[in-house]
């Protein structure tokens, strides 16, 4: 069975353009997350799906950031337009059931996305 | 609001030695915790979690961590270090939709 995986594993972009990241959850995972480290700090909530809608986008940090996540599969995380403190490791969770306290998130590989 | 800090962003032990992370936890609730593993160009990989079940918990690779609620801990062990358990642990805390991460420490295994 297929684990989370995210497309694309590095991308270096120049400030002001965009970058659409990718993540493909484990089949039949309802609950999809993403989370952001930067610098190597701690590892940030941004937002969280399930199925299609958004259920928790508390941790977006601001409206440059796009998630969707159509038809309840694949989502992408555009950020639009790019700023040098974008930079950092974008990781992205899904789990079956969300309301369960017990379940673990299960990780893709993360983006290293790199701001110049 | 839940959420867990990591005592030593680095951590270096000779192989064969005992490996100790450290992993304090504050919740309003009781907490969730969980251990995660990232090796190099790799996801992060569960080692382990508390459900409240037991308070020592054994996960893969020969690591084991043990809830204190008196200490607000959960700190991770191992009792000989591999050259393999190279690599950044983090501890996480079950928030209500999300987990919640420290800021992570790495492990260096000298030879």
């Known amino acids: 069975e297929a684990g989370v995986t995210q497309f694309p594993s590095h991308s270096v972009i120049e400030k002001g353009q965009t970058v659409t990241l990718r993540c493909d959850p484990i089949s039949g995972h309802d609950n999809l997350y993403w989370y952001r480290r930067v610098m190597g700090k701690e590892i940030k909530f941004l937002l969280h799906?399930?199925?299609?809608?958004?259920?928790?986008e508390s941790g977006m940090p601001n409206n440059r950031f796009l998630a969707e996540r159509t038809g309840g599969t694949y989502s992408t995380l555009k950020v639009q337009p790019a700023e040098l403190e974008d930079s950092g490791v974008y990781f992205c969770?899904?789990?079956?059931?969300?309301?369960?306290?017990?379940?673990?998130?299960?990780f893709g590989q993360g983006t290293r996305l790199t701001v110049v | 609001a839940q959420s867990v800090t990591q005592l030593g962003s680095h951590v270096s032990v000779s192989e064969g030695a005992l490996v100790l992370l450290r992993c304090n936890y504050s919740?309003?609730?009781?907490?969730?915790l969980f251990w995660y593993v990232q090796y190099p160009n790799q996801g992060l990989q569960l080692l382990l979690k508390y459900t409240s079940a037991a308070t020592l918990v054994k996960g893969i690779n020969g690591f084991e961590a043990e809830f204190k609620k008196s200490e607000t801990s959960f700190h991770l062990t191992k009792p000989s270090a591999h050259m393999s358990d190279a690599a950044e642990y983090f501890c996480a805390v079950r928030g209500n939709n999300d987990m919640r991460f420290g800021a992570g420490t790495r492990l260096t295994v000298k030879p």
């Open positions: 969770a899904s789990s079956q059931v969300a309301s369960r306290r017990d379940t673990e998130a299960f």
């Open positions: 919740s309003s609730v009781p907490p969730y």
């Open positions: 799906f399930v199925k299609e809608s958004k259920q928790d």
